[in-house]
């Protein structure tokens, strides 16, 4: 099946700071998703984003899909930006979600 | 328009026993999946639903199934339930290909 690999795998910041995250995916796909886990454990979609750019606020994405990875960026960091960051991908034959293990983000004051 | 709705959030069961989990999906989509969240294993696939039909499955044992109804709604089962079935189980739900899955809040089982 798919592989999907995020780095890093931790990240610490101070508030304020811009940050990248990527996600390395190893076969074409028909859905890539951004997800943010809270820390209730909800994952909260960030961006649904098989290819190109997308910005919502603080929060832009790029998926270079033939190249095969994706990248988060979130800039002027603040606290509540805290968590897990997780990209999944659909494999273009399949419907179910492949994840990645996760980039663990915190955000000190 | 509400979003992907789990009950409950907070289950604790002996090893043993069995538990069913419900989710809702938004209103007009057909297609339910879900999956397993744990410390060691990540997130995992289970199976999907689509208009009353599994669709897909993961790889799990056969103690883990699930059905979907009329009106979309899934339940999933867990049957002699092990100290391993304690995890997040999350529930998704997608209109069509074209758009992402949205995910609901999850129900968090402890097995003891």
């Known amino acids: 099946g798919i592989q999907v690999e995020q780095s890093p795998p931790d990240l610490i910041l101070q508030e304020g700071a811009n940050s990248t995250l990527r996600c390395n995916f190893s076969?074409?796909?028909?859905?890539l998703q951004w997800f943010h886990q809270n820390p209730w454990g909800q994952l909260i979609n960030l961006f649904y984003?098989?290819?190109g750019t997308k910005q919502n606020g603080r929060l832009s994405a790029t998926t270079v899909a033939t190249e095969r990875y994706s990248l988060l960026y979130i800039s002027s960091s603040q606290t509540t930006d805290s968590g897990v960051y997780f990209c999944?991908?659909?494999?273009?034959?399949?419907?179910?979600?492949?994840f990645g293990e996760g980039t663990q983000l915190t955000v000190n004051p | 328009k509400a979003g992907v709705t789990q009950t409950p959030r907070y289950l604790i069961k002996t090893r043993g026993q069995q538990v069913t989990l419900s989710c809702s999906p938004i209103s007009g989509h057909r297609s339910v999946s879900w999956y397993q969240q744990t410390p060691g294993q990540g997130l995992q696939f289970l199976f999907e639903?689509?208009?009353?039909?599994?669709?897909n499955k993961g790889n799990f044992p056969g103690r883990f199934s699930g059905r979907q109804f009329s009106n979309s709604r899934s339940e999933m089962n867990v049957s002699t339930l092990e100290l391993g079935d304690s995890a997040l189980y999350l529930c998704?739900?997608?209109?069509?290909?074209?758009?992402?899955?949205?995910f609901g809040s999850g129900t968090r089982l402890t097995v003891v």
């Open positions: 998704a739900s997608r209109g069509t290909r074209l758009y992402g899955y949205t």
């Open positions: 639903y689509f208009s009353e039909t599994q669709r």
């Open positions: 076969d074409s796909v028909n859905n």
């Open positions: 999944a991908v659909v494999e273009t034959s399949g419907s179910r979600l492949t």
């Open positions: 984003i098989p290819s």
